[in-house]
């Protein structure tokens, strides 16, 4: 919300607590943001595949969601983050097909480099808990599914 205030640009956010959007929503109609931000449910550790094409996922097109993004803001635990490090990749790895998504924006959990995950840094700010990925690459399984998705939903 603070970026679309700032820049004027559109904001779609997911989140899969029902009162975490509900109050999402009403923050953004009351600073007068609703226009341009909208907050959906959406579980995000769904089948990579679904969550990339589907134009409804519970109601949600997150294909639309997913081409439209240019920057992805996350303040997610770690268990979720590294659940959807597929995901990230196939947004931000033109190898892969990546959508034009040119960076992802990670708050006080992040994303980090091991035999499965490779991480391009464009830039860290310490004193806000903030770092700036313009590309992760996924090394891991290929299978359409994210990895630890089910792990994910249970601790997050
Ligand atoms: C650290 S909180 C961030 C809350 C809020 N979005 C914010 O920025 O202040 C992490 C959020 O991740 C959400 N979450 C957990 N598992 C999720 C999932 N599988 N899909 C989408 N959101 C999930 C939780 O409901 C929780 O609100």
Redesign the pocket.
Known sequence: MSCAAATGCGAA?????PA?IEL?NSVAKEEGLDGGCKFHV????KELDELLRSKDVGGVDTSRIFRNATVIFL???PT?LKSILPLLSRLTDTSQGGNGVRAVVTQTYHVEESEEVEIVEEGRDEENGLRMLSKIIWKGEQNGEITGGKE??RN?
């Open positions: 956010g997911v989140d899969v607590s975490c999402a959406l579980d995000v550790t303040f997610v635990y979720l994910g939903r997050v």
